[in-house]
């Protein structure tokens, strides 16, 4: 029931924003003198200078230098084609949608191919994070995504560490976040590490977050510095602890049998654009978020605390049950040879 009223939702949307639009092979409109124009969608969740949205119009504008006189990607970002990875990905399963950005924390539904990276405290550095994600290790990972969800992963995007944002109090130990009402993701792995950690983890879709902060209702929240620059939360949180419990990683998505479906050459352009966008996201990403902690510092408007290696690794201890956790949903051999991979085995 979960996901076909997620396909619903997904599809109400689409009607609502686009008169016509049917599913299946892309959107045909008119395209000129040249004929019939092919209408890709690509739904994102950030805003327009997010950089995760930069890197889906440097994909579209790739898409157009190559195939530009067959194919249109339109580009959705602040949720509109759908606010939860439900009815993104059954947006992709049923060709209404035909790409989209969401991180692979968010995917375990559908594939336990990413789970051992939410692991607490599993990279400790970003250069390692991504040259597990780039290997051999990484190409596991995404031939077992695409076996077990259909869906083709054509791109990893940087989503940087995550960091607890509280209107509480900073966060250094285990006993600086006891009791406090965090909202996570809707990740076993991420609610079972809060927990160990002493925290009480809330799981609300990332539309309702910014309300919430703001009425209280929960104390705080952990994302990427740029998902907290770009949403505005640290004017309303007091405290921002750079605690790099995770590292995200955004997935560009798109369905296996549509990619499988379609012409040689539009493979291959994809595939090039794809290259090409996820090299430039990576570089901007980086540099905005470095920018974005500043800008946020110089606002005075928040309390920021950097954690030690000491006090982060105080954090890993405490988390054993969310390590054993991600080993039993995603299989012990093949998290232990990620985990190798990482160099904590």
Request: hydrophobic residues 40%; aromatic residues 10%; contains cysteine.
């Amino acid at each position: 029931m979960k996901k076909t009223t997620s396909i619903l939702l997904t599809t109400f949307l689409i009607i609502a924003i686009l008169t016509g639009c049917a599913g299946g092979g892309g959107t045909q409109a008119q395209g000129g003198s040249d004929g019939d124009l092919t209408i890709w969608r690509f739904a994102g969740m950030g805003s327009e200078t997010h950089p995760a949205s930069l890197g889906a119009m440097r994909f579209a504008e790739e898409i157009h230098e190559r195939i530009g006189d067959e194919v249109e990607v339109q580009i959705f970002l602040n949720g509109v084609l759908g606010t939860i990875p439900d009815q993104q990905i059954n947006g992709l399963l049923n060709e209404i949608i035909h790409f989209c950005d969401i991180t692979l924390s968010n995917v375990p539904e559908f594939s336990s191919a990413f789970i051992p990276l939410d692991a607490p405290y599993l990279f400790l550095d970003r250069e390692t994070a991504f040259s597990v994600l780039d290997g051999e290790v990484g190409d596991m990972m995404r031939q077992r995504y695409e076996e077990e969800s259909g869906i083709r992963l054509i791109a990893v995007f940087d989503h940087g560490f995550r960091h607890v944002t509280n209107s509480r109090n900073p966060i250094y130990t285990p006993g600086d976040i006891q009791g406090l009402n965090i909202r996570t993701l809707a990740n076993n792995i991420h609610m079972e590490a809060f927990s160990s950690f002493g925290a009480l983890p809330t799981v609300m879709a990332f539309g309702e977050v910014m309300t919430a902060l703001q009425q209280g209702t929960v104390d705080g929240q952990e994302n990427s510095i740029s998902t907290i620059w770009d949403a505005n939360m640290h004017e309303m949180q007091n405290y921002l602890s750079m605690t790099s419990h995770v590292y995200g990683f955004l997935g560009v998505h798109m369905s296996a049998a549509y990619y499988h479906s379609l012409p040689e050459h539009w493979r291959v352009a994809i595939d090039e654009a794809a290259a090409i966008a996820e090299a430039y996201q990576r570089e901007i990403a980086y540099r905005d978020s470095v920018a974005a902690l500043q800008y946020i510092e110089e606002s005075g408007l928040i309390q920021i605390n950097h954690l030690t290696h000491e006090q982060m690794m105080a954090f890993r201890d405490l988390s054993q049950s969310a390590w054993e956790l991600a080993a039993a949903q995603s299989g012990q051999e093949y998290f232990d040879t990620i985990a190798a991979e990482a160099g904590v085995r």
